[in-house]
């Protein structure tokens, strides 16, 4: 459930590195292979983090 609402919240942002994060959620990677990949990994893992903080 965390997890859609991270892809919701990215997919309504226009912010490019939130549309990075959209596209590792839904599996793809951008061009640049496995380190693009472990980029978006991040980045979802940052903005899960920011998402966390914001409920207390």
């Known amino acids: 459930m965390l997890l859609a609402r991270a892809t919701r919240v990215a997919s309504q942002n226009r912010d ?27 980045l979802q893992q940052e903005l899960m983090t920011l998402m966390m903080s914001g409920d207390k």
């Open 16 to 42: 490019p590195a939130a549309a990075s994060v959209a596209a590792a959620c839904k599996g793809t990677e951008p061009s640049g292979g496995a380190a693009r990949g472990l980029v978006g990994k991040r």
